[in-house]
């Protein structure tokens, strides 16, 4: 089947505004029930009964369900197509939001409604990436899927946000009340592409891909996705918690993490934008990316009223910068199935989700801030170590990441 230069079928013209739009909101929606818990700990924890140990078991759960189903995810988003599956994504999210701040009166209801966000984060991340691979110019694909990517430390900010604006003054259910107009914007404004097996989606420039999935690097790919994603998703859902144990008030905590979140926003857009410039070398960056952001999780470790926000805040922008360029190397090396290879690197963001979040809650609890600071700093290392390792396979297998 003939296939137009700009990344859909031909005949089929691509809606790249209403694309992006309607993908930021899935992902921003998608992600905002585990980092909204995150930001407004201390308040649920105190209505709910939970402490640090309970939120990283949460989160954890929260990415552990998506993480089970990632794989199949993939797979079926080529079935069903961009729109079918940002519909379902978001309803899932706002039933998970709705729930929590209408019917959540306990931890174990808590869990609930975070299992049933999981099915929609597992859904949106495959839907997504397919939307703006479907939607937009292929010569752009790396500044749109770094737009794309931002969406998560949106979540992030806008939790963050939640805090001092809304949290403190009308209290936490209301944040997540207000929250229900990000899914229902995905909801609304998911284009129409039609689904269809065994597509193509053409990569801009002179890109070598690969017609068949090898999971040779996909497998090591994902392993730093996993790490990467320990690290940064434990800073984000811990920061407040963190901060607030450093010394700082809730407030101004919560107003650095709106900050902190920021950074990463500006670049992944910075880092797409770059890599639409460059026919090589996505994953040779997002390796010096995670091995950079270990600095700023040891400057965390400290414990240091200044140490632990400003580790925090160079660890997040630089430390969760490298997602959308994965992303867009994975898509351009994987060019016949987008959606089945970008399902494997979101089931490695959950993961890391799972792991990390988990962890450190027991050792924040158990033994100390700094003790669980260290450990994702060694993940952020690891990361890098393997995401370099993939990127060798890719180009043994005749790709160019």
Not at 44 to 69: C, K, N, Q, R, W
Not at 223 to 242: K, R
Not at 263 to 279: K, S, V, W
């Amino acid at each position: 089947m003939t296939q137009a230069a700009s990344g859909g079928l031909a005949g089929e013209p691509t809606r790249p505004v209403v694309s992006l739009v309607s993908s930021v909101s899935s992902q921003t929606a998608a992600m905002f029930p585990a980092f909204g818990a995150g930001a407004l700990a201390l308040q649920m924890g105190d209505d709910l009964g939970f402490t640090e140990a309970g939120l990283g078991s949460a989160v954890a759960f929260f990415f552990l369900l998506a993480a089970v189903t990632s794989p199949h995810a993939g797979t079926l988003t080529d079935r069903l197509g961009p729109q079918r599956s940002l519909r379902v994504a978001n309803i899932c999210s706002a039933a998970a939001l709705l729930g929590i701040a209408l019917v959540v009166q306990s931890y174990w209801l808590l869990l609930a409604a975070l299992g049933v966000g999981a099915i929609g984060l597992t859904i949106a991340g495959p839907g997504t990436k397919t939307m703006v691979a479907r939607g937009t110019d292929a010569r752009r694909h790396g500044l749109f899927f770094g737009v794309q990517a931002a969406a998560v430390p949106l979540s992030v900010l806008l939790a963050g946000l939640a805090v001092p604006a809304i949290g403190r003054t009308l209290g936490w259910r209301w944040a997540f009340g207000f929250a229900v107009a990000v899914p229902m914007t995905g909801l609304l404004l998911a284009p129409g592409y039609r689904a269809r097996p065994g597509h193509t989606v053409r990569t801009g420039g002179a890109t070598r891909g690969l017609s068949r999935i090898d999971y040779g690097p996909l497998n090591l790919i994902g392993l730093a996705a996993a790490l990467g994603s320990a690290a940064a998703t434990t800073m984000a859902a811990f920061f407040v918690s963190a901060a607030t144990n450093a010394g700082l008030t809730e407030g101004l905590a919560g107003g650095l993490l709106a900050v902190a979140s920021g950074l990463p926003i500006a670049t992944r857009i910075a880092a797409g934008y770059l890599a639409d410039r460059f026919e090589s070398g996505h994953l040779r960056i997002v390796s010096l990316l995670l091995g950079t952001s270990t600095l700023g999780y040891l400057a965390a470790a400290t414990g240091s009223v200044v140490l632990v926000p400003a580790g925090a805040m160079f660890a997040l922008g630089v430390g969760w910068a490298w997602s959308g360029l994965m992303v867009h190397s994975v898509v351009r090396a994987y060019r016949d199935s987008p959606g089945a290879a970008t399902g494997m690197t979101s089931g490695g963001l959950n993961v890391g989700g799972v792991v990390g979040p988990f962890a450190f809650g027991l050792l924040a609890e158990q033994v100390s801030y700094t003790a669980g600071f260290l450990t994702i700093a060694a993940c952020a290392l690891l990361a890098a170590l393997a995401a370099d390792a993939g990127r060798r396979r890719l180009i043994r297998a005749g790709a160019n990441p």
